[in-house]
């Protein structure tokens, strides 16, 4: 069962460069992630979706765009890399049912490391 | 979401018994609180969560106070390969009658637990 699976793992860009960094689970989630991580910050969410086909802004959104055009899958794109988007990105998605018992668990993927130049 | 405060670092020699704690002062009467564990270079992965008193499972124990003001996350018996970040978070039942964007969890900096052989 491979779970979340991101591609690539690194990637070095310039300044400027556009990229996308996709996302696939096999758990059939509907809720899908985009956290970046820097050191001393924690995550931060980029963007979520809570279906296919619908998507939304989180806490730091700006510079990124996202797709969900498949369950399965969910898309993280840089139009114009910059600096300050050297990261790593985690994606995550979960599931949540209708039964008041059950709360959120979040599956993260294992990364990608993004350096801009 | 309930704001949450836990201790930057800790360390730890190996066979001890660790006791991380949290502190959530405003946590909501129909809020969960939820451990995750990020190894380096990986992404986090759901320890534990728990509403009042205790909860065990393999890997740990979540003690919860009647007030539910704090939590503490108590890994028995350390080994070098619980050196890891642990993060805290508080928040509410998610269902999917919750609705889209209803809230999105948040990752604060966590705990660095260095465990020394």
């Known amino acids: 069962n491979a779970g979340v699976t991101q591609t690539p793992k690194f990637r070095v860009l310039k300044t400027g460069q556009s990229m996308t960094l996709l996302c696939a689970q096999d758990?059939?989630?509907?809720?899908m992630y985009w956290y970046r991580q820097d050191p001393g910050m924690g995550l931060r969410l980029i963007h979520y979706?809570?279906?296919?086909?619908?998507?939304a802004k989180g806490e730091v959104p700006d510079g990124y765009n996202v797709s969900r055009l498949k369950k399965q899958n969910f898309l993280l794109g840089l139009e114009s890399a910059a600096p300050s988007q050297t990261s790593v990105y985690f994606c995550?998605?979960?599931?949540?049912?209708?039964?008041?018992?059950?709360?959120?668990?979040?599956?993260f993927g294992s990364g990608t490391q993004l350096s801009v130049l | 979401l309930a704001k949450t405060t836990q201790p930057i670092s800790m360390d730890s020699y190996e066979g001890q018994e660790v006791n991380i704690t949290c502190s959530h002062n405003?946590?909501?009467?129909?809020?969960?609180i939820t451990w995750y564990q990020q190894f380096p270079s990986q992404g986090p992965r759901f320890i534990i969560q728990g509403y009042k008193t205790k909860v065990t499972n393999e890997v740990a124990s979540l003690f919860i106070p009647a007030d539910r003001k704090s939590s503490t996350l108590s890994l028995p018996r350390v080994s070098l390969s619980d050196t890891a970040v642990y993060y805290c978070?508080?928040?509410?039942?998610?269902?999917?009658?919750?609705?889209?964007?209803?809230?999105?969890?948040?990752f604060g900096k966590g705990t660095k637990l260095s465990v020394i052989p």
């Open positions: 978070l508080v928040a509410p039942l998610k269902t999917a009658y919750s609705g889209a964007g209803s809230y999105q969890l948040t």
């Open positions: 979706s809570v279906g296919e086909g619908t998507t």
């Open positions: 995550a998605s979960s599931y949540v049912t209708g039964t008041a018992s059950t709360n959120e668990k979040l599956f």
């Open positions: 758990m059939n989630h509907e809720y």
């Open positions: 405003n946590i909501a009467t129909n809020d969960y």
